[in-house]
């Protein structure tokens, strides 16, 4: 038995830093929760999860297509905002609170990523809060 190789990871780092940096994107709402929009690190981008919360009226938006599309805007917005963009999501994390509302969904991921869709976590849960009924979070090259 010889020694274990060790792979080298230093291509996924922030320059072999190891660094979090910490992405505020101020044309996208802030959280009402004490968290990040988004982290960047390893190579990546981290953006939690976006409600669909209006830009203007910061209020929810009604509705599951109205949501989903309103959602993906605002993590498209911290990714940009972080140096990447749409074509880098490589996984996307829904909750929805029925799941009779994934066609809806569907039809948005089509239109938003088209020929190129990431993979992506599909999940019902009883509920998102403010009465959302779709909730988005990506993670994306850096």
């Not at 009779?100 to 089509?110: E, R």
Request: proline share 6%; aromatic share 6%.
């Amino acid at each position: 038995m010889g020694a274990a190789r060790v792979p080298d990871y230093s291509q996924y780092s922030n320059g072999g830093t190891g660094v979090k940096e910490i992405i505020t994107d101020k044309k996208a709402l802030p959280s009402t929760s004490p968290v990040a929009q988004a982290t960047k690190g390893g190579g990546f981008v981290f953006v939690g999860g976006q409600m669909p919360r209006d830009f203007a009226t910061g209020k929810i938006v009604e509705g599951a297509e109205v949501q989903a599309r309103l959602s993906l805007e605002h993590c498209i917005s911290i990714l940009r905002e972080a140096g990447s963009g749409p074509e880098k999501v490589m996984l996307a994390i829904v909750y929805m609170t029925d799941l009779s509302h994934k066609p809806a969904v569907n039809k948005v991921f089509a239109e938003v990523f088209g020929s190129s869709p990431p993979a992506r976590n599909l999940v019902e849960v009883s509920a998102i809060g403010e009465d959302a009924i779709v909730e988005v979070g990506v993670i994306a090259l850096a």
